[in-house]
């Protein structure tokens, strides 16, 4: 596998490793990072179990996901995952930053960096990404990047107490600025 490693002005993308769990905990076991998010906060057992998966997904070929650990000044502050689809010129993407980063404009570099890796590395035709009806930032991040409302999908998601709709973002290879 070609291991992703790409860098933007302020973050850097690479993959997860092992020693990144208690890192990755203070974004995920975060009840305001996750608060929009599609599970509760995860324990630090979990998020070594997310990135055990990250790395078998990383090996396995064709890769269709990526999950990733997001860096600023060489510490981790975030996680970005691009999944492909069924069919494979298209996929998802999901991204969420330490609670203490937001609002200095890392999101939009973030959702940048995941469209990056898509339509230049990847190569891929269409990008997507679904948020809580009540996630105002997603909103406004993915909006500032292009990627526009497409519509709602009802019942999207279990959240383990409720359902949840989903609003999708998408932008399309052609309309990526780069
Ligand atoms: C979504 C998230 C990554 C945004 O990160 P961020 O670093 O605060 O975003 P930015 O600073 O880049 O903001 C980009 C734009 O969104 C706007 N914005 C950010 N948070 C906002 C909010 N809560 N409400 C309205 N607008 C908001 C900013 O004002 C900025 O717009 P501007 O450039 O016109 O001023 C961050 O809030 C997060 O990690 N949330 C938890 C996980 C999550 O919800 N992920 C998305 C799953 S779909």
Not at 157 to 169: E, M, P, Q, Y
Request: net charge negative; proline share 4%; glycine share 8%.
């Amino acid at each position: 596998m070609i291991p992703v490693s790409l860098d933007g002005p302020a973050l850097s993308l690479r993959e997860l490793k092992p020693s990144d769990a208690e890192a990755l905990h203070t974004v995920y076991g975060d009840s305001k990072t996750v608060e929009h998010l599609s599970f509760r906060p995860r324990t630090v057992d979990q998020c070594k179990a997310i990135i055990d998966s990250a790395v078998k997904d990383a090996e396995t070929e064709p890769r269709t996901v990526y999950m990733l650990a997001v860096l600023h000044d060489e510490e981790l502050v975030g996680a970005a995952r691009l999944a492909k689809d069924e069919r494979p010129h298209s996929a998802q993407i999901g991204f969420a930053l330490r609670h203490d980063m937001w609002g200095r404009g890392l999101g939009a570099e973030l959702v940048q960096l995941l469209l990056r890796l898509g339509f230049a590395e990847l190569r891929l035709a269409r990008i997507w990404g679904a948020r809580s009806p009540e996630n105002s930032a997603s909103e406004a991040v993915m909006n500032k990047m292009g990627m526009i409302e497409e519509g709602r999908i009802r019942r999207h998601l279990w959240t383990g107490t409720a359902w949840r709709d989903s609003i999708v973002h998408s932008i399309l290879s052609d309309e990526w600025a780069g």
